[in-house]
């Protein structure tokens, strides 16, 4: 259009100047040139003129639409904020913290109920002519639908998008119906998919913009883990027995190291909530076949930002499903089962009192007393809202159960049983409250035009412009959303998830995930990847490559001391310590066996202390002269393919050994495995033919100081440790860690030799399949562990006597087959061909 109008014009002074140029050859046609332009002079100001008056008109459309916008989002912002206050009104008109029953149906009519209900009110007949009332804010009865409960709970959830902290949780029985309450069924789902929902509707239809985050936690005996991270991926370092409580300067509750997902939709809430359960701690008790074992936790964190009417920038809401409450008594749990109710129990008992000084308006609020009101003490009374729905069944066998719940719930609403209202005031608060409802219903449906001419302003403006209006709110909550770092646990965790479905021993391990990923020679990552739990504790790590071998070519790499290898423990178990079956499919530990390939000896005797020192010295021996270069990548992808077919298992208890050993120069700042794959670029396969002369130095190494020296220096274990170790069932064998559980480094040394040989033993490997405890020794010597690992191996199977001169005889052999050439140790032996090939 601008060309249109202003190139004739452009041209015309040329033109004429041209023409007037040519004034002696004056001729007819000149003059029709001249008419000819003075034509074309006028229409092109025509089209100069509509298309600027075109142009204005749409520049003032938009001009218009964007006062428009503006006044409706201030418009909008009011009704928010009016709204915001009715609600709060009507809430604090019902209770800041309410109590609701479920009643749960009867599994069979024809069994007796002594209890019975209407809307507001729970009877109990005790004896024929003895009742008891407790009265609630509400009553849902058995026929109750999950539609019911949540008409219930909705306000609450707009009252978290006002920007309220909330708080809502499910209390019972073992088995009376909390998680069908908080969780559901597919088919009828419960308070948390419905309020989840609700939050993202409230989000759409809002002019604001949300950050919403997803987490999830249980308490379990008064420990608090994080459910979105399963144990097995944690950082196998020393893993903090409970996740920290903190204050921050504005007197928030936050978690510390809890793993927080930005969540955009229902369904990425929904994956992760999948997951967290699967980490959950259930197990069979005589009420429950899966009863919870803990208090199950999910917090929703909104952050929105330049929303004025919004109570506050960032809040929460936690969704809890409580651990059952039961008699331990009546249950006749034993071991863990009685220890995992005792400690419900008691938080139970916590929360009762912190909610009854709220209610009392006490000057102290007891938050200390557990673990749970220490998370909750921000979202609890208060400016929160706090809805606790009592769950009882109507059995008779579960009557003193319900009483106990019933009696725990008229405490929470103590002040309202204190202060009870007349007649006259409750249908006065009633009328205010339908008042206040109505009043609301009228301003969510002004609120709900004005978003919809906001909506359709919007398009238009797009429309016109090429861009949607973007207030300066918009771009704040953007700036939010780029400060908000995703976790990288969460790509760890879908990558998991394909592998969650095995049982544990068969899951991967952090190591093997991260050879998978092809990142195990990625010390330092860079992105936000790098700043993850686990490498933030890289100092305890080992970073070593694990070579798996045949039993020929790893004793024949022991005993040429040709390539640098160590070797570490760190333990890593299901987590099946439990007398019964508490199914916790959280892996606590790891145990893998590492060959590590370091290159200086010196070093590593550096930083080993006392015997470790010595046993790193011996084992310094087979690192000496691995300055070589190894084809890591090809050692990776050899691995990859090899270590499937093995499984390692640990007899009773893993031998101790210095994690300085295998960390080699890592621990100590020194030489890293990014040194050392700095390095692979180097010349690979050389051909190290093995001297005499190192054989008969690592004899006089090993011979210097027996086993049982070398295992006496080695730190004793506390005794709860040698009890967890007990606890061991097997461990898999992943064939690259990076970490070492600190841990899992005890050896008891038993009074009783026998025991302290089985106890000492190291580890055991097999193929596919543990062996029998009978075989395990014999394997051990036979399978792969070179002579200065294996002792007690040979001592169940040949005695200690023999050990020394075992050691000695294939000491011997070995010189002697090298020597004639029958044994290759270089890399042209077929361990070495596997990776160079
Ligand atoms: N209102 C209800 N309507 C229909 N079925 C119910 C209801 N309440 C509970 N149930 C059923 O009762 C069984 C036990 O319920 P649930 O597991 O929710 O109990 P719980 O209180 O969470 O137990 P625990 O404390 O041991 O975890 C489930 O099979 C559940 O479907």
């Known amino acids: ?125 005790l004896t024929e002519s003895k009742r008891k009332t407790y009265n609630f804010d509400r009553v849902f009865q058995p026929d109750s639908s999950q539609d019911d409960v949540f008409l219930e709970i909705e306000p609450v959830i707009k009252s978290v998008i006002d920007g309220y902290n909330a708080c809502i949780f499910a209390y019972g029985q073992t088995g009376t119906g909390k998680t069908f309450t908080m969780e559901g069924l597919p088919e009828s789902p419960g308070i948390v998919p419905r309020a989840i929902k609700g939050l993202f509707k409230q989000v759409e239809e809002s002019n604001h913009k949300f950050v919403i985050k997803f987490s999830m936690l249980e308490i379990y005996m008064g420990n608090l883990r994080d459910l979105l991270v399963s144990q097995g991926t944690k950082p196998i370092g020393p893993i903090p027995p409970s996740l920290l409580i903190h204050t921050d300067a504005k007197g928030e509750i936050d978690i510390d190291n809890l793993v927080t997902h930005k969540v955009n939709d229902f369904d990425e809430v929904f994956k992760l909530y999948k997951l967290g359960c699967r980490n959950r701690a259930t197990a069979f008790t005589n009420s429950n ?28 809401i936690w969704l809890v499903d409580l651990g059952g409450s039961e008699r331990v008594l009546k249950t006749k749990a034993t071991g863990r089962r009685f220890d995992e109710g005792k400690a419900i129990n008691l938080s139970l008992s916590a929360l009762g009192d912190v909610i009854n000084s709220l209610q009392r308006k006490n000057a102290h609020i007891p938050y200390r007393n557990s673990k749970l009101t220490q998370v909750l003490k921000d979202s609890l009374g208060k400016d929160s809202k706090t809805l606790m729905l009592v769950h009882i069944g109507r059995k008779e066998d579960d009557l003193c ?56 302003l919007n398009e238009t403006l797009e429309k016109l412009s090429g861009k949607p209006h973007v207030t300066e709110e918009a771009e704040e909550v953007d700036l939010i959303r780029e400060e908000i770092q995703v976790t990288p646990k969460l790509r760890r965790n879908k990558s998991r998830r394909a592998s969650d479905v095995f049982c544990s021993f068969m899951r991967p391990t952090a190591s093997s995930n991260r050879r998978l990923s092809g990142a195990d020679f990625s010390p330092i990552s860079s992105g936000p990847g790098s700043k993850s739990r686990r490498n933030s504790m890289a100092h305890v790590r080992s970073e070593s490559v694990c070579l798996p071998m045949t039993k020929n070519v790893y004793d024949s790499l022991c005993d040429s001391s040709e390539r640098s290898v160590s070797k570490s423990t760190c ?164 064939g690259l860690s990076q970490h070492i559980d600190d841990a899992w480094f005890g050896v008891a040394r038993s009074a009783n030799r026998e025991e302290q040989d089985s106890h000492a033993s190291g580890l055991l490997l097999e193929l596919k399949q543990p062996l029998p405890n009978s075989q395990r020794g014999l394997a051990f010597v036979e399978e792969v562990v070179p002579p200065l690992l294996r002792p007690q191996g040979i001592f169940v199977e040949r005695g200690r006597g023999a050990h020394t001169f075992m050691q000695k005889l294939e000491a011997l052999c070995y010189r002697t087959l090298v020597g004639v050439g029958l044994i290759d140790v270089s890399y042209g032996s077929d361990f070495f061909n596997g990776l160079t090939q």
């Open 571 to 734: 333990a890593m178990s299901q987590n099946r310590t439990d007398d019964a079956a508490t199914v916790y499919s959280q892996d606590i530990s790891e145990c893998d066996i590492k060959l590590v390939v370091s290159e200086h000896k010196t070093e590593v005797q550096q930083t080993g202390q006392g015997s470790a020192r010595k046993a790193c010295s011996k084992i310094g021996i087979f690192e000496k002269n691995v300055n070589q270069k190894t084809e890591f990548s090809r050692i990776n992808s050899w691995l990859r393919s090899q270590s499937e077919n093995r499984i390692c298992v640990l007899d009773k208890k893993p031998r101790r050994l210095n994690k300085d050993i295998s960390l080699g120069r890592s621990s100590n700042g020194n030489k890293t495995l990014g040194d050392i794959e700095e390095s692979k670029t180097e010349e690979a396969g050389i051909k190290h033919p093995l001297m005499l002369k190192d054989l008969s130095e690592m004899e006089y190494m090993c011979s210097a100081e027996t086993e049982d020296q070398i295992l006496s220096k080695y730190p004793n274990p506390s005794e709860e440790d040698n009890a967890s170790l007990h606890h061991l069932p097997s461990f898999r064998y992943d």
């Open 289 to 316: 076949s899966a009863s919870s074992r803990s208090h199950c936790m999910i917090r929703v964190s909104i952050t929105c930002a330049g929303a004025t009417e919004r109570r506050r920038e960032r809040n929460k």
């Open 401 to 456: 159960e319900s009483i106990c719940s019933l009696d725990f719930a008229t405490r929470a609403k103590n002040v309202h049983l204190g202060q009870e209202e007349s007649k006259e005031e409750q249908e006065k608060k009633e009328a205010v409250m339908m008042n206040l409802q109505k009043t609301m219903e009228t301003i969510e449906k002004d609120r709900e035009t004005t978003l919809k001419e906001i909506r359709y």
């Open 1 to 125: 259009m601008e060309r249109r109008r202003s190139k004739p014009v452009q041209n015309l002074p040329e033109t004429i100047h041209s023409l007037i140029g040519l004034k002696s050859h004056l001729t007819s046609s000149w003059v029709k040139s001249v008419s000819n332009i003075a034509k074309n002079v006028s229409s092109s100001s025509e089209i100069s003129s509509t298309s600027k008056d075109e142009d204005d008109s749409a520049f003032i459309r938009v001009q218009s639409i964007r006062d428009q916008l503006s006044t409706l989002t201030v418009q909008v912002n009011d009704q928010n904020k009016r709204r915001r206050q009715i609600l709060n009104e009507f809430l604090d008109l019902k209770g800041n913290i309410r109590v609701f029953c479920r009643v749960k149906p009867l599994d069979s009519k024809n069994l007796r109920a002594p209890v019975a209900s209407d809307t507001r009110n729970v009877f109990i007949k």
